[in-house]
């Protein structure tokens, strides 16, 4: 997870070149967050989505939670991409 994307498990087959909407939460941001990406890799774990067109107030928000002591654990949720 980092503010450019993040490795997901979809609850489908996931193929690069596939896009995504991906809607996620972060400890200590009210609300959820929105972003579309695309797939730019695939793992035996999951496929791993590059955001695009991230609005700065989300970039913004990733980079304080990724800063923050702990979100290393809290990232790693195990949900499913949408």
Same mark, same amino acid.
């Given at each position: 997870?980092?503010?450019?994307?993040?490795?997901?498990?979809? !609850?489908?087959?996931?193929?690069?070149?596939?896009?995504?909407?991906?809607?996620?939460?972060?400890?200590?941001?009210?609300?959820?967050?929105?972003?579309?990406?695309?797939?730019?890799?695939?793992?035996p774990?999951?496929?791993?989505?590059?955001?695009?067109?991230?609005?700065?107030?989300?970039?913004? !928000?990733?980079r304080?939670?990724?800063?923050?002591?702990? !979100?290393?654990?809290?990232?790693?949720?195990?949900?499913? !991409?949408?």
């Amino acid at each position: 997870f980092s503010e450019y994307g993040m490795l997901v498990t979809p !609850a489908e087959v996931a193929q690069v070149g596939q896009r995504y909407e991906l809607i996620f939460a972060v400890p200590g941001h009210r609300g959820s967050f929105r972003v579309r990406g695309v797939g730019v890799y695939s793992t035996p774990k999951g496929v791993g989505i590059r955001f695009e067109h991230v609005p700065p107030e989300v970039t913004s !928000a990733l980079r304080i939670f990724l800063s923050s002591p702990g !979100a290393a654990t809290n990232a790693d949720t195990g949900s499913p !991409a949408t």
